[in-house]
């Protein structure tokens, strides 16, 4: 018995949790349709209609600026070297980094003790090989005169046989006598020979002479031009940088000793697209010398020179892209080589085309027009170039059209819109409408707005305006609709 009375207690329980339970969701069932039937008779449906920025579209004729980044350049930078090794004498006294120097000037000088032996030691040469050539050419001239007379004896010999020979035929000379002559016309003709041998020596002598001549003049120009390298000139006026050497100090052959820079002949180096590069050809795909502006922004301050576009590298280069552009700066006032600069290239002017806010423009090339009724509509606008935060578009599809100055979400096809134009006085808006309530009609309103769920603030301030004479008629339209009448 005690087990059937305990089930059935929690079944009467249960029976009372799931009455409870039910009761519960029917209050909040109806308090929900009610809250929903109030709100639905409380907002009535009006189309939302945005206010934009338009512009009004006029085709013309621009000139695009391409804009690009490069560096300045000199064209004259020079090396200067030291020919020679040895204790710098003199210096310039601009000698320094920043120093400015003419052209002709002399930068430094190393001592010259050395070299000037060595030009001694080469003079002195240069004298004793004249010596010898003088020499050779007297025993030249000496060795034809033997030679020539050595002939002429060995001719009387030849002739002394041939009557020896005569003389023998006729029967009144002797056998020995002709071997003696024989004999005497062999010994001119070894004299010849040895004397031919003596003049073969005589001119290789004047030959040898002649060629240290030669050498020893060629080193008398050495040891004059190693002198004159021992002074370092300017070829022209210019910068000096990188100065790594003093007076008294010691350098090394061919050691660096500052280098020169022209500030005044500078150039631009600049790099473009391929995209870029396409528009700066002629029809024959020669490279234009389109005019530029180059600018340093110096705090505020612009340096600006102008130039024009002179040559372009011969390869793209390892690792890059598009390619490098050189131009020649007039004027560069207040520039140096290597000031990073914004470069502006003008190029040929387009027609048909309009100027527009960068923001106006879709990622798809479109833009949104005022049409009827002051509802969007979307139209094709190509955009050709991009001028800072403005692009240039095609105007042929929007001449005449007013555009959207800012897309937003917002905005579509279709959208009613507000359209505020620039320069346009603004309209100030009408007064509201004001309406005269009879007390019973004010009562009945006061008494819905005291009961109503709506806000303490909104309740208060809307009470505030109710307690005039006058009521603005649009608060009382609103307030009757939610009364439902």
Known sequence: MRFLGRS???????????AILAVAVNTVRTAVEARMADDGRSFPRRERVVAVNVIA???????????????????????????????????????????????????????????????????????????????ADRALALGADELAAAEEQAELRQQALVRSRDLLDRGTGTAAAVETAELAVSSANAA?????????????????????????????????????????FAPFSGTLSGV????????????????????????????????QYARLI?????????????????????????????????????????????????????????????????????SGVALLPATAVAADGTVLVLGPEDRLERRPAAVLRTQGDDVIVDARAIAGREVVAELSPLLGE???????RPGAAREEPA?????????????????FVTDSRMPEDAKARILSQLEGDEVPAEVVARIESRMGG
């Open 8 to 18: 059935l207690l929690g079944i009467f329980l249960l029976s009372m949790t799931i």
């Open 57 to 135: 579209v006029e085709p013309s004729v621009i000139t695009p600026q391409m804009q690009v980044f490069g560096t300045l350049r000199s064209e004259r930078v020079l090396d200067l070297r030291a020919a020679v090794g040895g204790t710098v004498a003199t210096a310039h006294p601009a000698l320094a980094d920043g120093g400015r120097v003419a052209g002709g000037d002399l930068i430094l000088s190393i001592d010259p003790t050395d070299a000037q032996a060595a030009l001694l030691r080469a003079q002195a040469d240069l004298a004793d090989a004249e010596a010898e050539l003088r020499d």
């Open 192 to 232: 010849v020979l040895s004397r031919r041998q003596s003049l073969a020596q005589a001119e290789s002598r004047a030959d040898l002479a002649r060629t240290r001549l030669d050498r020893a003049r060629i080193a008398l120009d050495e040891a004059e031009r190693t002198l004159a390298e021992t002074e370092v």
């Open 244 to 275: 790594n050497v003093g007076l008294g100090g010691r350098l090394n052959a061919n050691e660096q000793i500052a280098q020169l820079v022209d500030p005044d002949a500078l150039e631009v180096a600049f790099r473009v697209s391929t995209r």
């Open 282 to 350: 002629d029809e024959g795909g020669q490279l234009r010398n389109a005019a530029l502006t180059v600018t340093l922004d110096a705090d505020g301050v612009d340096l600006t020179a102008s130039g024009t576009i002179t040559r372009e590298s011969a390869e793209v280069g390892e690792g890059q892209t598009g390619r490098l552009l050189f131009a020649t700066l007039e004027t560069p006032r207040g520039f140096r080589p290597g000031d990073f600069v914004t470069v502006s290239v003008t190029e040929d002017p387009l």
């Open 414 to 420: 279709g959208i009613k819109v507000a359209p505020n």
């Open 431 to 447: 007064p509201p409408q004001m309406i005269t309530l009879d007390p019973d009609r004010k009562a009945r309103i006061v008494a």
